[in-house]
């Protein structure tokens, strides 16, 4: 029945596994024990093409050893984002965004601990990682509270948001 539906999901204490049928499993992306980063920087010619697109710098952020694993839960992924229009003149980013993810279809389906949105996390071509944006709601950065902060940003997924594509970060990865 496994081959016939082609998906396999496996989910255990010490990690998680998501494959279809010949993919290579999502653990590798975002391996259970070991960090990993992954952003894109949308070019100018991009954001030209997609004038509607609020999202001008993503990265996506797993720290096992930063954040308490949770099993049942999930596993932690935070967002850090910059719009078109900068908060901060720093090199940082100006907002961000946690939550659990857990294996849903042939992705993972993260949420906040509050009512600020979802999205999943599903590979993309390449080698890429693809974020499908469920209407997020982000916060300025930081903000450890686990509420909408006051200067929060909606980020709805229409009409230029839906998808954000990623690549493995260059560098360290950390917390910005």
Excluded at 13 to 30: D, H, I, K, N
Excluded at 129 to 148: K, M, Q, W
Aim: charged residues 25%.
């Amino acid at each position: 029945m496994q081959a016939r539906l082609g998906v396999m999901v496996c989910l255990a204490a010490q990690g998680w596994c998501l494959a279809s049928a010949g993919a290579r499993p999502l653990a590798e992306e975002l391996p259970p024990t070991r960090a990993a980063c992954w952003e894109r920087r949308y070019d100018e010619a991009h954001l030209a093409a997609h004038p509607q697109q609020k999202v001008a710098r993503i990265r996506l952020v797993h720290l096992p050893d930063t954040w308490r694993a949770e099993p049942s839960r999930g596993i932690y992924v935070a967002l850090y984002i910059n719009l078109r229009r900068r908060v901060n003149a720093g090199a940082g980013y100006d907002y961000q965004l946690g939550g659990f993810c857990r294996p849903r279809g042939q992705g993972l389906r993260c949420v906040p601990e509050w009512e600020a949105g979802s999205w999943r996390l599903v590979q993309g071509p390449r080698g890429t990682l693809d974020i499908r944006n469920g209407d997020i709601v982000a916060n300025p950065n930081p903000y450890d509270a686990e509420e909408i902060a006051d200067g929060a940003v909606a980020i709805p997924a229409r009409p230029d948001d839906r998808v954000w594509r990623l690549a493995p970060a260059t560098g360290e990865c950390r917390i910005e």
